[in-house]
Nanobody, 123 residues
Framework: QEQLVESGGGLVQPGGSLRLSCVVS????????MAWFRQAPGNEREFVAA????????YYADSVKNRFTIFRENGENTAYLQMNSLKPEDTALYYC????????????????RGRGTQVTVSS
């Protein structure tokens, strides 16, 4: 059974950092491009970042560029999102997703997704 399980969320002060992890099982990890999305209450789902299958081509939403870093460890079937200089407006449920097409996932589509991990940025 395909599973994407996120961890690493929590409460952090503005300016702080968090690293989210997404462990994938039941899928051939290297066949999938990975992405992170987020959704705050009352808001639509927002694309955050994507990484291609081999991990050498990251892509970011303008709102997180130069603050967040997406990367993956294919030997560990894990994708990561390093978040620095966090702002209150980054508060949301973050979830990882997988899609075989890189263009598709950058446009917001996914074939599999996890249940998410909550990130709250507040003083």
């Amino acid at each position: 059974q395909e599973q994407l399980v996120e961890s690493g969320g929590g409460l952090v002060q503005p300016g702080g950092s968090l690293r989210l992890s997404c462990v994938v099982s039941g899928l051939m990890f290297t066949r999938y491009n990975m992405a992170w999305f987020r959704q705050a209450p009352g808001n639509e789902r927002e694309f955050v970042a994507a990484i291609n299958k081999v991990g050498n081509s990251p892509y970011y939403a303008d709102s997180v560029k130069n603050r967040f870093t997406i990367f993956r460890e294919n030997g560990e079937n894990t994708a990561y999102l390093q978040m620095n200089s966090l702002k209150p407006e980054d508060t949301a449920l973050y979830y990882c997703a997988a899609h075989e097409g890189f263009l598709a996932i950058k446009q917001g589509a996914f074939q599999y997704r996890g249940r998410g991990t909550q990130v709250t940025v507040s003083s």
